[in-house]
């Protein structure tokens, strides 16, 4: 029998692709990460104001994890998308020129890139969303 082999590595195939694909799916661990990175450095590690560049700032960095209880307990999901990407341009995120770069803007499709890169980003901004959610106290 010759096809068995090959119905098995289609299964693994698929897996693998499946595997590979849930790397970029929306969730709250693929959110820590991008907040270790790109937001810790101002809002502090457990997004509490304290990271190491708040004292250096005119403006306070404000305690992520209150989000909830300063909005009637209820978590404030379209205000942080539109504060991570840009559209609400807060003073202490840099408009135009937002300090964390451009890894949250959604850019424009181009020959090169002939879908832009909407999903990826839109990916990206909902996992820190969502990890900001479950931080709250
Ligand atoms: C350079 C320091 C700095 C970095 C880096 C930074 N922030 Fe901020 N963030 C601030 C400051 C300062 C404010 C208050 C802005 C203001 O009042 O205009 C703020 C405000 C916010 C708010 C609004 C809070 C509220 O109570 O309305 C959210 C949400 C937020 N930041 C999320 C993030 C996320 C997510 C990241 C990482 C992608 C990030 N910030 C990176 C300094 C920073």
Do not use: W
């Not at 098995?8 to 590979?20: D, H, R, S």
């Not at 990271?51 to 978590?75: C, K, R, V």
């Not at 404030?76 to 202490?92: E, F, Q, S």
């Amino acid at each position: 029998m010759m096809t068995k082999p090959i119905t098995k590595f289609g299964v693994f195939a698929v897996l693998g692709v499946l595997l590979a694909g849930s790397a970029y799916a929306q969730d709250a661990d693929v959110g820590a990460q991008l907040f270790g990175d790109y937001c810790a450095v101002c809002h502090g590690d457990g997004g509490k104001g304290d990271g190491d560049m708040a004292n250096l700032m005119t403006i306070p960095a404000p305690n992520l994890t209150l989000l909830s209880a300063n909005n009637d307990g209820e978590f404030p999901m379209l205000k942080v998308i539109h504060a991570i990407d840009g559209r609400t341009g807060l003073r202490g995120h840099g408009t135009p020129m937002p300090v964390f770069g451009r890894v949250f803007v959604s850019s424009e499709p181009g020959p090169a890139n002939p879908y832009g890169s909407v999903l990826e980003v839109r990916g990206r901004v909902l996992s820190l969303a969502m990890y900001l959610e479950s931080i709250q106290q």
